[in-house]
């Protein structure tokens, strides 16, 4: 095993230390038992306490998971569909086209990706309105006989009313559409790598298209599938601009909370609740990783199996 150079050790440490040092900063004083955030004045967990009795927080925070949990599904069905076309459709009228409408809101200011979000909402809602009243009056016995055997209502669930209004709904949707050309990018990658004589092996040997690709493309291809879905979520968690544009008043992400609370000053429940962010990003950044270092492994085992036999 060849050892690293001093001059890549030193590189390294302080490109790690240009990461990490503030969050650690951070960290360190989330446990201040000062109200003031720069004077240290000994370990104490009560803004964690007192953080956890904020419903203006917690809210914000409930808001921000329903909405990352939504978005990042829906945008990993939909760019998972894009990237199979992409790939798999081969040549057709408009694919130039397609791929560029697909991949532009990566370089899209968030700015104007969130004001022409606000514009479409606004344009379209005298038009939904009425839809949203005339299904609340159809299928409301048959959404309440649902919501009375799953104990919860779906529709209050996600804050969606009788009439079309920006809040949880609207910003699903606008997380949707920027997440979706993420998730479509990071499967493209798998998808062009992937050898296509697995599928044709299991196209002669019976399978639908359709079967083939739920019994052998879509196993092949779920660390990339789960790498988007988490990929989006974060990416949903983080978002304020696009947020910012498209919540209503009945809905306000944990980012907007944030960034209202700051501008009248950095609090330590402030610290504390970055804090809890920061641990549940690094678990699941460690669980994705050893679920995808696992499914790598049993991959290639099966592979070598196959080749044995």
């Given amino acids: 095993m060849n050892r690293m150079s001093w001059f890549n050790a030193v590189s390294l440490t302080l490109g790690f230390a240009f990461l990490y040092i503030p969050m650690v900063i951070l960290v360190i004083f989330s446990f201040n038992e000062s109200k003031l955030v720069t004077v240290w004045a000994g370990f104490s967990t009560k803004w964690y306490g007192e953080l956890l009795q904020n419903e203006a927080f917690l809210n ?59 514009l479409l909402f606004i344009g379209i809602e005298p038009m939904i309105s009425p839809i949203f009243l005339y299904a609340a009056e159809v299928w409301n016995p048959f959404i309440e006989g649902i919501d009375e055997r799953m104990g919860w209502s779906l529709l209050e669930y996600l804050n969606i009313a009788e009439k079309f209004e920006r809040g949880v709904l609207t910003i699903v949707l606008a997380h949707t559409t920027f997440a979706m050309c993420y998730v479509s990018v990071v499967v493209s990658s798998r998808l062009v790598t992937f050898d296509r004589s697995l599928e044709e092996a299991a196209l002669d040997l019976g399978c639908s298209p359709a079967e083939a690709f739920r019994l052998v493309t879509l196993p092949i291809i779920a660390p990339a599938v789960i790498s988007g879905w988490l990929l989006a979520f974060t990416l949903s968690l983080d978002d304020l601009v696009i947020a910012s544009f498209t919540s209503g008043p009945s809905a306000t992400t944990l980012p907007i909370k944030i960034f209202s609370a700051v501008r009248l000053g950095v609090s330590p429940e402030i610290n504390a609740l970055s804090t809890i962010m920061i641990s549940i990003v690094t678990v699941g950044v460690i669980t994705a990783s050893l679920v995808t270092k696992h499914q790598v492994a049993r991959q290639k085992r099966e592979e070598q199996a196959a080749e044995r036999t």
């Fill in 60 to 118: 914000a925070a409930w808001v921000t998971i329903k909405v990352a949990v939504f978005s990042s599904t829906m945008a990993t069905v939909l760019g998972t569909i894009a990237a199979y076309v992409l790939v798999r459709g081969g040549r057709f009228m408009g694919r130039t086209l397609f791929s560029g409408m697909i991949y532009a809101p990566l370089v899209m200011p968030e700015v104007i990706t969130g004001l022409s979000l606000l």
